[in-house]
């Protein structure tokens, strides 16, 4: 009896296994056609160039810039192209924060905040490869090449703005 248990168990996992591995192929062979992916679930996450599906294993990006998709683990890095060695994209690795506005940057007209507790999961890519927080870009601007300004162009909705 416990034999039979066990066997059935295992032929369970084995199904399992082949059906996330068929899901996987599949996708796989769909993004080598350059084609949207079927067995993937789109993240939430803002990414300004990309969009990042998620299946059971592996991500695919879809880069918006050159209309091509890349599959790899879940830790696979940005492969996007970027319109020039100046540009930079915003990342925001937050799917869920709490509700509270958060001050990020102030100048001479407004205060700018954050729309809920998140200024440790912004960030900005730049072409090199460097990845650095939105809250140490503001908080250093003679280290950085952007300003508030650019970043708020870029998107619009990333922040709150508010008057003196």
């Given amino acids: ?8 168990i295992s032929t369970i996992i084995v199904l399992i296994m082949l059906i996330c591995l068929r899901f996987a192929l599949g996708d796989y ?27 059971i294993g592996y991500k695919v990006v879809e880069c918006y810039l050159d209309n091509t998709f890349h599959i790899g683990f879940y830790n696979m890095k940005n492969r996007c192209p970027f319109n020039s060695i100046d540009d930079f994209i915003i990342t925001d690795e937050n799917e869920i924060c709490a509700s509270a506005l958060e001050f990020i940057y102030e100048d001479e007209n407004y205060k700018y905040y954050f729309p809920c507790l998140k200024s ?3 960030f900005i890519e730049f072409a090199d490869g460097q990845r650095v927080s939105v809250n140490q870009i ?15 162009k870029k998107d619009p909705d990333l922040f709150y703005k508010e008057e003196k």
Avoid: C, H, W
């Fill in 1 to 8: 009896m416990l034999k039979k248990k066990s066997k059935i």
């Fill in 29 to 55: 062979l769909k993004v080598k056609e350059n084609k949207k992916p079927l067995f993937v679930i789109a993240s939430k996450k803002r990414v300004d160039n990309q969009k990042i599906f998620y299946g």
């Fill in 120 to 122: 440790n999961t912004v």
């Fill in 138 to 152: 503001l908080n250093n601007p003679s280290l950085f090449p952007i300003t508030i300004y650019e970043i708020i």
